[in-house]
Nanobody, 116 residues
Framework: QVQLVESGGGLVQFGGSLRLSCAAS????????MGWYRQAPGKQRELVAS???????NYADSVKGRFTISRDNAKNTVYLQMNSLKPEDTAVYYC??????????WGQGTQVTVSS
């Protein structure tokens, strides 16, 4: 059983930066996709960025050039560096783990609030 714990959210001003962390524990399959999603009030959860076990990266158009996803294999941790934050980035951010054989694990979420 894989567990994900997010951290790093908070309140930041327009144009500021935050780094989110997602620490994974348990049996991590060697082939997977890990991603960051976000959900704003009244909106559907959307993919922000993802990274595969083969280091393929994917970003939502709205965050390209501002957010960077990365991972530290030794720490089983995935990061989301968020720069040039905008009020529309305000949401609860969730970490997600999808092994290629199936299944889906979510973290508890961390709130990011960007003030204008």
């Amino acid at each position: 059983q894989v567990q994900l714990v997010e951290s790093g959210g908070g309140l930041v001003q327009f144009g500021g930066s935050l780094r989110l962390s997602c620490a994974a524990s348990g049996s991590i399959f060697r082939l997977y996709v890990m991603g960051w999603y976000r959900q704003a009030p009244g909106k559907q959860r959307e993919l922000v960025a993802s990274i595969t076990s083969g280091n393929d990266l994917n970003y939502a158009d709205s965050v390209k050039g501002r957010f960077t996803i990365s991972r530290d294999n030794a720490k089983n941790t995935v990061y989301l560096q968020m720069n040039s934050l905008k009020p529309e980035d305000t949401a609860v951010y969730y970490c997600n783990y999808k092994p290629t054989f199936g299944g889906n694990v979510w973290g508890q979420g961390t709130q990011v609030t960007v003030s204008s």
